[in-house]
């Protein structure tokens, strides 16, 4: 998608039918349903495990497209938020 690699998303977003799965990525995952296909969409930790509490489960692509592009910004903020933190509790440890 043209807006993961816009966003500098490459290395968050993991699309199981294209690489296999990843640690700390929001994953893509299309799978064979009693009704055709569904599309989950969730997190991984470290060594790739699913944090199944994420997972989303979606009965069109749209709609599980547009969850992992939300779940992909907020990882990003999240990730702002953790090096803003790390940036000012060294500033303060420097000025002790």
Known sequence: MEIITRRGWERDACFLDESTIREDVVVFEPRSAAHGTVWD???????????????????????????????????????????????HTEDCATHD
Not at 53 to 79: I, N, P, V
């Open 41 to 87: 969409v969730y997190l991984t930790l470290e060594r790739a495990f699913i944090q199944e509490s994420t997972r989303r489960t979606f009965e069109t692509e749209s709609g599980a497209l547009d969850h992992m592009l939300l779940k992909l910004e907020q990882s990003e903020r999240a990730r702002r938020r953790g090096v803003e933190v790390h940036a």
